[in-house]
């Protein structure tokens, strides 16, 4: 049950604390899970710019994966601020019960069931946003996951499978049924994966019809947009994905136009450089030499991309095979200006 709230005075309702399944997130901006970006460092950098919540990367559940290095990566909640969320999928509820359980043996405090990814990958298997096409397996998978912890559960999800066919009020309502303690929903179904626009007028309606958290993601990308469409849904939280990719400060961003009405300056180049080189040195500690230095390529082209200069920047730093090579030529690029 949500816990009753009063509300903090002179708080924009945004940086306000909410309740899922009686744990305390401490404001309303949540980082979308996504996979191959949001991983322990990540989490922790947005987290540090003001961000309440952060769900971590998904989970195939099938215990045969669980071993798989890259499967521990994404079950490593070191460091983390408090609670602890971790996303899993799977189409079998057995299986999703035994990883739920397993996230919770592992330091969970809230388990997500992902069925919103629209990778191939994923729904060739009938997990993520496949399920939607099946709303039997969907109260299946949903009462069992509840069932097996004691820990809240969580749901992401879209609109719908295809177009025409949304059946988020349905798959909503058979959520809240099944005792789960919040609903994030992307304004779009997997037809669309990330083409077009992010519609809000379903979330609305979901918003009105449950009386568990509604958590609205898609397209927000500036403290702008960020409260339009939080007045637009009345959802309790916006959830944040793309658009902070190399710029995790759009959490701070904001609080602050949430707090003052006005926008803050983009960060200066020295201010950048240090949260580059800040992030590097999280990510290289945590994969160590190897995978440290091609997972942090992705992260240094989206922070240098508006950068002069960057295209030919980043061709030479592609070719940087060690983290040290890698870190120097990031240092050397960004006290140029």
Known sequence: MQNPQKPLENQHPLLQPLYIGGLEIKNRLFVAPMAGVTDNPFRRLCKSFGAGHAVSEMI?????????????????????????SAQIAGAEPDKLAEAARFQVANGAQIVDINMGCPAKKVCKKLAGSALLQDVDLVKRLLNTAVQSVDVPVTLKTRLGFANGQENILEVAKIAEDAGIAAIAIHGRTREDFYTGQARYELIKKVKDSLTIPVIVNGDIDSPQKALDVWQQTGADAVMIGRAAQGRPWLFRDIAHFAE??????????????????????????????????????????????????????????????????????????????
């Not at 195939?60 to 602890?84: H, M, Q, V, W």
């Not at 300056?265 to 800040?278: F, G, K």
């Not at 960057?310 to 240092?331: K, L």
Request: proline share 4%; net charge neutral; glycine share 6%.
């Open 60 to 84: 195939i559940a099938d215990t045969a994966l669980y071993a798989r290095k890259k499967s521990l990566y994404r079950a490593n909640f070191d460091g983390e601020i408090a609670p602890i």
């Open 260 to 337: 003052t009405g006005e926008e803050l300056s983009p960060p200066s180049v020295a201010e950048l450089r240090q949260i580059v080189l800040t992030h590097l040195e999280e990510l290289y500690r945590f994969y160590g030499e190897y995978s440290g230095c091609r997972i942090a390529r992705k992260h240094i082209a989206w922070y240098t991309g508006g950068l002069p200069n960057s295209n030919a920047f980043r061709e030479a730093m592609y070719a940087c095979e060690t983290t040290a090579e890698q870190y120097r030529a990031v240092d050397k690029f960004l006290s140029i200006f």
